[in-house]
């Protein structure tokens, strides 16, 4: 199973920006779909974004399409979010998963679809 943890969340002002990590131990991400969730508080884990294990094929929630930008670097076992034009509303943990899969196009967008995931990591959006 891999193990994954996440860095790079902090405060930052409306319209700014935040580069999330997901670095990846135990076993190579190179067979693992990948993706980004959030939890904001009293609220439910929902989907941000997910990247196939060949990096060809992403997909983003309708609400950050635009903004931010999810990849990966399978050579530094290393997934990352770009977000942009940060809203007060993306505050919330941010959640790496992982899931093995032997299909390299695939993504998969449901938090129940996934078996391995981070401890999160803090974004504050200030207004």
């Known amino acids: 199973q891999v193990h994954v943890v996440e860095s790079g969340g902090g405060l930052v002002q409306a319209g700014g920006s935040l580069r999330l990590s997901c670095a990846a131990s135990g076993r190579t991400i190179s067979s693992y779909a990948m993706a980004w969730f959030r939890q904001a508080p009293g609220k439910e884990r929902e989907f941000v974004a997910a990247i196939s294990w060949s990096g060809g094929n992403t997909g983003y929630a309708d609400s950050m399409k635009g903004r931010f930008t999810i990849s990966r670097d399978n050579a530094k076992n290393t997934v990352y979010l770009q977000m942009n034009s940060l809203k007060p509303e993306d505050t919330a943990v941010y959640f790496c998963?992982?899931?093995?899969?032997?299909?390299?196009?695939?993504?998969?967008?449901?938090?129940?679809?996934?078996?391995?995931w981070g401890q999160g990591t803090q974004v504050t959006v200030s207004s």
């Open positions: 998963a992982a899931r093995l899969t032997t299909i390299g196009t695939i993504i998969f967008t449901s938090p129940a679809r996934f078996g391995s």
